[in-house]
């Protein structure tokens, strides 16, 4: 485990000398501990300090980067169990199977491409590719990955147990690096030699951890440390115990043998249980899931669980503060106003859109706080509605003065008119969906 601000601070020299740039050596410990701050910053601490500070600062889980150099992927170098503990980091790589001796491979490449979809602001996709050497035949997989890389520059993971195919394949990927799936008991000693040729991730596949320990004890023995695990699981039961016995025996018993990504390749074919075990699979540490299909809607599913899980649990999602365009208002269009919470913002502009009402959106800077949450603290006042109305220049582009403000904080009327002489302000919907009705009857009322 990472070492806590007093642990490091228990290993400081003390003096208080202010060289590292923080007023004291607690307050550089602290910054050290949350990783704002290098131990090399201290001249006074000792090598010995310094060795022990940098190996407890090296990530459990190995990091793996692989993909196109101008588009690459980060997976590993996670740190809790449980992302209220600090977060997760590297958001889990969604991949489509495809195989080599499918006949429609540019197609499936486009079902990956059409994927993206945004949602609070991010774009979301399936990731890569999972290019399964069903034929056995290196050719024939060289084609296949021929095929891919003229479609699209998109991450690309070998699906092989064949060393001669991964040696004809590998040198057509020169500018993209591919993980290599898989080394097992037969292969291990040659796709070694090839990963480390090639420099490329290599995935160690067994049935069950101490299966799958026993190849990568050999791999690291070889010199190797780009690699990523799969035990093989055949249930969501054995999903959920590998996998938490492997985080929980990395992060807290520091086990190298299991310290790295792990790779869950789903087996279900049937669409329902495949999204059922690839959620089990994100919410439970796994690195890498593929899948055997992308309907839109076990994407909108899994891109969202995906999402939420990955956010950061402290800080809230926001939008920047800002008078937005909702298609062209002009001089007589409605002006909305609410916080920049990003789901707040994404829903509201979403049923304006719906309305088809061109409207001025005012997003006011509420730390990402929700309406009635932004109103309870104290950022969502009267008082800072009115400031922020004032200096966003809204009043130079508009030929009315009318406000329309969350149902939700209609007992700040009076009070906002108060602050904004000359403006009248319209009580709108407590809830977004509400908004398309409400905007079409005030548009008529002004007819």
Known sequence: MALTGIEIFKLLPKTNCKKCGFPTCL????????????????????????????EAATPPIRGIIFGPKNNFIKIGEEQCLYRHEKKFFHPTVLALRIKDTDENIEEQVNKILDSQIERVGEFLKIDAVFLENESNNPQKFKEAVEKIIKKAEIPIIFGTFNPESVEQSLPLLS????????????????????????????????YGIQNVISIVERIQNLGFEDILIDTQPNSARELLIDNTLIRRASLKKRVKAVGYPIFTFIKEKESFYETVLASVAILKYSSIVVLNEIPKWKNLILFTLRQNIYSDPQVPMQVKEDIYKVGEPDENSPLIVTTNFALTYFLVKG?????????????????GLSVLTAWA?????ASKIAQFIKESGIEQKLAHRELIIPGYVAMLKSAIEDKLPGWKVIIGTKEASAIPAFLKNYVRSKV
């Open 27 to 54: 307050a550089f410990a602290m910054k050290v501990a949350q990783s704002q701050a290098e131990i090399e910053q201290c001249p006074e601490a000792s090598e010995e300090v310094k060795a022990k500070l940098k």
């Open 175 to 206: 500018n993209n690096r591919p993980i290599l799936y898989g080394a097992n008991e037969k292969n291990v000693n040659q796709m070694t030699s090839l990963a480390k040729k090639y420099n490329v991730p290599l995935t160690v596949t067994a």
């Open 351 to 367: 049923e304006i859109e719906n309305s088809k009402v061109p409207t001025w959106l005012a997003i006011m800077d509420c730390d």
């Open 377 to 381: 603290a104290g950022k969502f006042s």
